[in-house]
């Protein structure tokens, strides 16, 4: 199997978008290829934080917000572009949003909520075996400014 979120996504903050626009847009390429049949969606989650200082060292802080998106695969496969936008979480300033990551968060089996199927989480003892030698980048982050 071949799992793969490009590190060429590409971020944008939309700080100055009209009043019905998200906050944060990211837009992610997605590569999913040889996963099982039974693996039917995929749910990419982005977040910004604010900037702190940790000994001396400028660090991701406070979480500003966070947002997912669901897409489905088809046949083991999925390649394409995931956008995930979202608002600045309640009482957080969206302008203090320095820092950015996004990431392949789950893979299921089954729609979520229902009370069947397996979810599987990268990096967990139960996530899906890869192939040896696959290329597996599954979180990317950067600075928003």
């Not at 626009?21 to 039917?40: E, G, K, M, N």
């Not at 489905?72 to 390649?79: C, L």
């Amino acid at each position: 199997m071949r799992l793969t979120i490009l590190a060429a996504a590409t971020a944008l903050a939309a700080f100055a978008a009209p009043a019905l626009a998200s906050d944060f847009t990211f837009v992610v390429p997605l590569q999913l290829h040889h996963l099982p049949a039974d693996i039917r969606h995929a749910n990419v989650e982005c977040s910004v934080s604010a900037s702190t200082i940790i000994s001396g060292h400028e660090a991701a802080g406070a979480a500003v917000g966070s947002g997912h998106t669901q897409v489905d695969i088809t046949g083991g496969e999925y390649n394409g572009d995931v956008t995930v936008a979202f608002n600045a979480s309640l009482y957080q300033d969206p302008h203090q949003a320095v820092f950015w990551d996004c990431g392949l968060q789950q893979l299921d089996t089954v729609a979520p909520g229902t009370a069947t199927g397996m979810a599987y989480y990268p990096g967990s003892a139960h996530f899906i075996p890869l192939s040896p030698g696959a290329a597996v980048t599954t979180t990317i982050s950067g600075r928003l400014r």
